[in-house]
């Protein structure tokens, strides 16, 4: 079987979307960029089959010109495969995908409003807030397009209605990135039960922005 790692890699962290509760039983999908037969795609987890019944042969690989509608697979993936691709192909950074229906961020993405600077940890995003694509159908082209504007500039968002998507180097960095965007999201619900919470400055955040490219390299305060 092609790519065994990667496919056993993606099964691993989709058990941990319902492990870590960072989305529960069926819900959210995980990629990862790859290459089959010459073909530049990606792997991605199957249509509503429960994480922990997954087999590596379950999970679909998909080139980036394909549409699902054009072809014979065995196992349909993620209803959420456009978005996947067109952040593979809009973004070339992005190596790994995860999208989550996680609680607090799926509540804050309820509003429909990007989160301001109340932390600085915001950064980790990519940018001086956190944007939160417009409401669309799942599994749609607009869906798809709502999120690729929202992800301008930024390696995180909210989907409005929806919940959230975060991609990096790999599905470990990814992975962890949801976890952080999840974090942020129940601290700002708590925030806003005290009241409107101060708001960081655009310039507090440029500096913000410049070290947290060394985040992962010792800055962690």
């Given at each position: 079987?092609?790519?065994?790692?990667?496919?056993?890699?993606?099964?691993?962290?989709?058990?941990?979307?319902?492990?870590?509760?960072?989305?529960?039983?069926?819900?959210?999908?995980?990629?990862?960029?790859?290459?089959?037969?010459?073909?530049?795609?990606?792997?991605?987890?199957?249509?509503?089959?429960?994480?922990?019944?997954?087999?590596?042969?379950?999970?679909?690989?998909?080139?980036?010109?394909?549409?699902?509608?054009?072809?014979?697979?065995?196992?349909?993936?993620?209803?959420?495969?456009?978005?996947?691709?067109?952040?593979?192909?809009?973004?070339?950074?992005?190596?790994?995908?995860?999208?989550?229906?996680?609680?607090?961020?799926?509540?804050?993405?309820?509003?429909?409003?990007?989160?301001?600077?109340?932390?600085?940890m915001i950064a980790l995003a990519g940018g001086e807030d956190i944007k939160c694509a417009d409401y669309a159908t799942f599994g749609t082209e607009e869906l798809s397009?709502?999120?690729?504007?929202?992800?301008?500039?930024?390696?995180?968002?909210?989907?409005?209605?929806?919940?959230?998507?975060?991609?990096?180097?790999?599905?470990?960095?990814?992975?962890?990135?949801?976890?952080?965007?999840?974090?942020?999201?129940?601290?700002?619900?708590?925030?806003?039960?005290?009241?409107?919470?101060?708001?960081?400055?655009?310039?507090?955040?440029?500096?913000?922005?410049?070290?947290?490219?060394?985040?992962?390299?010792?800055?962690?305060?």
């Amino acid at each position: 079987m092609k790519n065994l790692d990667q496919r056993d890699k993606i099964i691993e962290y989709s058990l941990k979307l319902n492990s870590t509760n960072l989305s529960p039983l069926r819900s959210g999908n995980i990629s990862l960029r790859s290459e089959e037969n010459g073909t530049d795609g990606y792997l991605i987890t199957p249509s509503g089959k429960k994480y922990e019944t997954l087999k590596p042969e379950d999970i679909v690989f998909m080139g980036l010109n394909e549409e699902v509608e054009n072809n014979n697979l065995t196992n349909k993936p993620s209803s959420e495969w456009r978005f996947h691709r067109d952040i593979y192909v809009n973004k070339q950074v992005a190596q790994a995908i995860v999208h989550a229906h996680s609680p607090h961020a799926t509540a804050v993405s309820s509003h429909g409003k990007a989160i301001p600077p109340f932390h600085y940890m915001i950064a980790l995003a990519g940018g001086e807030d956190i944007k939160c694509a417009d409401y669309a159908t799942f599994g749609t082209e607009e869906l798809s397009n709502n999120v690729i504007k929202a992800l301008e500039n930024r390696n995180a968002c909210l989907m409005s209605n929806h919940g959230q998507v975060a991609f990096g180097k790999d599905l470990e960095d990814a992975f962890e990135l949801a976890q952080e965007i999840e974090n942020i999201c129940h601290q700002y619900t708590i925030a806003l039960k005290l009241g409107k919470p101060k708001i960081l400055s655009f310039k507090e955040m440029k500096k913000v922005l410049n070290k947290a490219k060394d985040y992962k390299k010792g800055w962690d305060d």
